[in-house]
C-alpha cells in the first residue's frame, strides 16, 4: 500500500476513534488512539508528499475542533448523553430549596409594610409585625417609608416605595359631624 493510501486509512481510524470516543466510555483509551492515529497520518502524509501531509493537516485541524464543538453542543441531547451525563434543571424552581422560610417569601409579593431604616439599596423592612431582609428596587427608601414587595431574590424582598393612595376606614366619631353643615338661614315662605 502506498503511504497515501495509509495516510487516507489513519486519518479515517483516527475519526472512528474520535466518534466512539463520545461513545464507549473508555477513560480516554479511544482518545488516545484517536491523538496517534491523526499524528500517523500528519507523518505518514509528509512522507507521501508536501501536499499531501499539509492536507491531512489542514483536515485534521479542520475536523477535530468542529467534532469537539458539535459533542460538546449536542452530545448531552443525545440518549447516550442523557445516561452518562447529569441533566440540567429545567427551571430554577427545580433547584430551589423547599423551605418554608423559602416558599413562604413568595406569599409575600404585593403585600405592603414599611422600612425599618434607611435603604440604599439594602435593609430590612417590617410587614404584618415580621422584619424581613429586602432590597430596594433601584431608589433609596427613607425610614419609615411606606414599602410594597415587588418579587423575591436570593431569600431577600426586593421592594419599592409605596405611593399608592389608600383609604382609610374612618371611626364614627370623626365622621360625626360637629355643627351644622349650612348656617341656619330663614325661610322666607316658612308660614310664621
Known sequence: MSPLGWAILLFILGLIFLALEFVVPSSGA???MCALSFVAAIFVGFLAGRVTGAAILLAVCLVVPTAVA?????????PIGRLMLIQRPKSPAEVLPETLAYRGLRELVGRRGQA????????SVLIDGKT???ISEGLPIEPHQPIIVVGVSTQRLIVRPDSTVRAELATPEAVAPQGPLVPDIPDPFAEA
Do not use: E, Q
Request: glycine share 14%; no cysteine; charged share 15%.
Open 30 to 32: 479511544l482518545g488516545a
Open 70 to 78: 458539535a459533542a460538546v453542543r449536542w452530545w448531552p441531547d443525545t
Open 116 to 123: 425599618r431604616g434607611l435603604m440604599v439599596p439594602s435593609g
Open 132 to 134: 424581613y431582609d429586602a
